[in-house]
């Protein structure tokens, strides 16, 4: 044996030498070759994207780019908090976020204890089916839904006049709390068979022999769902609403766009929809406001389901990440 | 055992079924009728629309409230109208061919990323770290723009096709699935020299293929629906609008419908047909997919 290949040896069995990128490098290059796509994938389209954050510090222009704009530290998010149009998309945002992990948390859970009330399986499967269908209609279409049937002459403002309700396009209305009531029930159709589904599969999972000895000492069907399966399912319903709440300020107020209206916005325009028309709306473009805008969203949503998500883990010990 | 235990359940709860109570009777109404009335809710609308794409233009225009069958006698006018109208049609092409082509790309990075985090690597938790941290934090949507409109894609279908491919969670859903796949497999494939590509499409990708079709399933409905990115990128160019930048285009405009002098009540149809055009091909084909989706969502609830 040569001493080349001694000294090679013995560097190959270093335990130092098989923990290093060069030994690993060898090992896996193929590896190594598969996180390339995603790498290029991510740093382009979401890192370089969170450098070019700092254009919320500068007056940006396109010609002088990240580098040559102007800096001017702070002050958009000082003419954002001291503007009126602002601080109106930010109450509507929050108001329409709480509004959404309250009363609108609700309705999939009511809906998933009906389901396992339900002894007919064909006609639970039927029920299911119809209501998962919401869920897969295009954006689009559920506003343009809501539109028809709550113009003037639509279905359902014709049914709530009905009730002694004025005749009028429901959309135009700008009055608090029309649209953000609009909103939240737009949101309940759309996911409440979707939303169900998680639920139903923990009720499904409550032990069958818990009800059994429960029926067998005389309690009815609603004393074992409020005293069997609604504590058996508690830490899960703990996790969704801390994560629900979470997301509730990033995440939800796209649709908004297809809906409102330049009267509407003092009801119906959020720090998103904000973000959106700074940038895209037509009209004048001030793409620095609107990135400050945007950045200010990012953060309060980050901070939130950051905390949420160590909420989740003290309180029913699951966690999203 | 845990079979048996099943068993002896259901046996309990059909008991349970042939000696009812009063109380377990007007439970039963409350709740059989509250699921029903959900239901009807759930597809009322989409049924209105279907109606109303079959109706007569003109008494359809001067009809008020809901469409239950076809009103002024049943007219297909309204789909003859879109299959002549080139910009529907080219609507349509090019919603199949972002739909495919952001499905397809998206689905091969989220395997291939997938199995290379599958695998030990030095690489690997810096890769997680990296893909993970894009789920809480964002750019946003102007330096987003402003990356997209430098790779010159502004105004082209790459901006539509390359961006929103894929995201953090199918790509750990992928690894999840590939990290179910037994050891032995990848064992007896490198045992018979296969390398990770060949590890990773013949022999591991076929048997992770359950979240797979689930992750397909999720980016075609999410792509055919999706319209924000259009709209934010292909604004002006008209021929290369989704189908759902169409529809919102026309619902537009039949709200201006009764300002045009002497309308054709045909194009008044155009909007219902459209929608059912668009929403069709999805809520047809639901069903046959309703159980890999419902396990995709359990699968992806439980920690992604």
Known sequence: MSTADAAKAERLSDPKYKKSWAFDFKKNWALYIMFVPVLVYEIVLHYIPMFGIIMAFEDYNVIDGYFGSPWVGFKHFIDLFTGEQFMTALRNTVCIALIKCTIGFFPSIIFAFLLSLLHHKGFKRTVQTFSYLPNFVAAVVVASLVMQFLAKDGPLTLLLSKFGLENQNWLANNKIPVFWIIYLLMGVWQSVGWGSIMYVAAISQVSGDLHEAAAIDGATRLQRLFKITLPNIMPMIIMMLVLNVGLSFSTGFDSILLLYMPSTYNVADTVYTYTYRMAFGGGTTNYSLSAASGLFQSVVGTALLILSNSLSRKLSSTSLF | ?304
Request: proline residues 5%; contains cysteine.
């Open chain 2, 1 to 304: 055992m845990a079979l048996r235990k099943k068993k002896r359940s259901e046996e309990w709860e059909s008991h349970m079924v042939e000696t009812p109570t009063v109380g377990d009777r007007i439970v039963d109404v409350i709740v059989y009728t509250l699921c029903a009335l959900v239901a009807f809710c759930s597809v009322i609308p989409m049924w209105h629309v279907l109606m109303s794409s079959v109706s007569d233009g003109k008494t359809l225009l001067a009809h008020e409230g809901l469409v239950i069958l076809p009103v002024g006698g049943f007219t297909l006018d309204g789909f003859k109208l879109i299959f002549k109208n080139a910009s529907v049609i080219r609507g349509f092409t090019n919603s199949i061919v972002y739909t495919v082509g952001s499905t397809g790309l998206g689905f091969l990075l989220a395997t291939v990323t997938g199995y290379a985090l599958s695998r030990q690597s030095k690489l690997k938790p810096i890769v997680t770290m990296l893909i993970m941290f894009t789920m809480l934090f964002s750019g946003g949507m102007v330096p987003t723009y402003m990356v997209v409109k430098s790779l010159g894609w502004v105004g082209t279908p790459w901006a539509l096709i390359v961006p929103g491919c894929t995201n953090a969670m199918f790509m750990i859903m992928m690894m999840n699935s590939f990290n179910g796949v037994p050891r032995e497999m990848y064992e007896a494939a490198t045992i018979d020299g296969a390398g990770h590509w060949r590890t990773m499409f013949q022999v591991a990708l076929p048997q992770a293929m359950n979240l797979g079709y689930v992750i397909i399933l999720n980016s075609v409905v999410a792509q055919w629906n999706s319209w924000l990115p259009a709209s934010i990128y292909v604004p002006n160019k008209k021929s290369l609008w989704p189908l759902q930048l169409w529809i919102q285009q026309i619902t537009a405009d039949n709200a201006n419908f009764l300002n045009s002098a002497n309308p054709n009540y045909s194009r008044y149809l155009i909007q219902f047909a459209v929608i059912v055009a668009a929403t069709a091909p999805i809520v047809i084909a639901f069903p046959f997919f309703q159980d890999k989706l419902e396990k995709g969502v359990i699968a992806g609830g439980i920690k992604g």
